[in-house]
């Protein structure tokens, strides 16, 4: 082969020929030379030999069939029926940090509902000088604002509290998705209504048979909850509240109240069913934590992981994940291959944003050799996302939610990965 390609040969395909690099094993990263010529380069291929599709025959695009496998997945056995369940966003196949609505996870307690915008109410009453209806149309004349936030179910990675048990980044860590919103603070809305001085809680509820209602404290609502109507430049997906939703910075998901409906102004917290029999902790000696809103930072590998092993072997391999905190921005991100005996600062694609997922890279070269994976976050709070067992021994073995200990994934020297425990 050498011969050739030091030679002076003048045919173009003794050319292509001769470049060759034997193999392609050996190869640094994107540096492929064929060893033969390529048909798929030096024969004209189906797709340069007619037409492509005109415009419009997709009004509203979807990807590509082959990517077809970039979907929502549910596991079976979680929920008796779909109806009050979950599924989770493909987080091992999706890059950069923004989650196409298409595929962002779903959380309903009575299913998605259908309600039109000509029959959207938003009622706020309770403790304001004025109750007030606002219509679709009366809320697009408040004052607008965008901002891209992380919506994290409690109950994300619940499942894995006594040991490693779904095979998955998109299973373990899935129960959250990240877009950019638009839509009115509910600062506005309060001020519009006029909140008498003995408000000091807010009662959000849906228009869904669950309602979902829950109550936040005043100070949370007077800060930088969003009434929106946006979600990634276009309206909300009825999946996630069409035609209005809440957005509830940095908090469990529950809060983010779909399809919103009423607005309570009240002296005090109403003790609803999702924030007393659900959304709680229950701790090593049967009592239980209540009020844990905010999502303590975390952070997982999305790839290589089980549903993203290697394929390329050993050489430069790109290890890449996201971190987000609830409290703040992400500030560091640590990952290890060791199982946690050693760390490596990953690079953060961006400076972290506030309540938003923010994406990791380790840029490495892989020995072939298996890892133990894990990435470790911290925000600007100076809070460090802890080991299972640190976490085991604040709050025991009975909890689901909040559970934001660091993953592992086992790496094999054949590129596929395992969900396991290293605590
Ligand atoms: N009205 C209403 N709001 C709701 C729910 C619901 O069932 N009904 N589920 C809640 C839960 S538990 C979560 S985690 C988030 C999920 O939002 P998503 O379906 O857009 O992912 O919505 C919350 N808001
Ligand atoms: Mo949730």
Not at 222 to 247: C, I, Q, S, T
Not at 346 to 370: I, V
Request: aromatic residues 8%; glycine residues 10%.
């Amino acid at each position: 082969m050498s011969e050739t390609f030091k030679g002076k040969s003048t045919s173009r395909r003794a050319f292509l020929r001769g470049a060759a690099a034997a193999g392609a094993g050996a190869l640094g990263a994107g540096a492929a030379k064929a060893a033969t010529p390529d048909p798929l380069i030096t024969e004209t291929q189906p797709w340069a030999r007619g037409f492509g599709d005109g415009v419009d025959v997709t009004p509203y695009g979807l990807p590509i069939r082959f990517e077809d496998d970039v979907v929502r997945r549910n596991v079976d056995w979680l929920t008796a029926d779909t109806i009050s369940s979950i599924n989770f966003t493909p987080i091992h196949a999706l890059e950069g940090t923004i989650t196409p609505q298409g595929c962002a996870f779903e959380r309903h307690h009575s299913g998605a509902i259908e309600l039109a915008k000509e029959d959207y109410r938003l009622m706020i009453n309770g403790l304001v000088e004025t109750p007030l209806v606002f219509t679709y149309a009366d809320l697009e004349r408040f004052p607008r604002e965008n901002h891209v936030y992380f919506c994290e179910c409690a109950a994300n990675t619940g499942m894995e509290w006594a040991g490693a048990q779904l095979n998955g980044a998109q299973f373990t860590h899935g129960m959250i998705h990240n877009m950019e919103y638009t839509g009115v603070s509910l600062r506005t809305i309060l001020a519009e209504a006029g909140v008498k001085p003995e408000g000091k809680w807010v009662y959000v509820e849906g228009a869904d048979a669950s309602s979902n209602g829950r109550s936040i404290p005043m100070e949370k609502a007077l800060d930088d909850v969003l009434v929106a109507f946006k979600a990634n430049g276009e309206a909300l997906r009825k999946e996630h509240g069409y035609p209005v939703r809440l957005v509830v910075p940095g908090w469990e998901g529950n809060m983010w109240v779909k399809w919103l409906r009423r607005i309570e102004v009240t002296d005090a917290a109403v003790q609803s069913r999702e924030e007393t029999s659900k959304y709680t902790d229950t701790l090593e000696d049967g009592t239980s934590r209540k009020w844990t809103w905010e999502m303590d930072a975390k952070s997982v590998v999305t790839s290589p992981s089980p549903q993203a092993p290697i394929t390329h072997g050993q050489g430069p391999l790109v290890i890449s994940g996201l971190a987000w905190s609830g409290r703040g921005a992400i500030t560091r991100v640590d990952v290890s291959k060791d199982g946690g005996k050693t760390w490596e600062t990953a690079r953060l694609a961006k400076p972290g944003e506030k309540m938003a997922l923010t994406r990791f890279y380790l840029d490495t070269t892989w020995d072939g050799k298996e890892m133990l994976l894990q990435s470790r976050a911290m925000d600007e709070t100076g809070y460090v996302q802890p080991t299972k067992t640190q976490l085991r021994e604040v709050r025991g073995l009975n909890s689901i939610y909040h559970n934001n200990c660091i993953q592992t994934w086992w790496v094999k020297p054949n590129g596929e990965a395992e969900n396991v425990e290293v605590s």
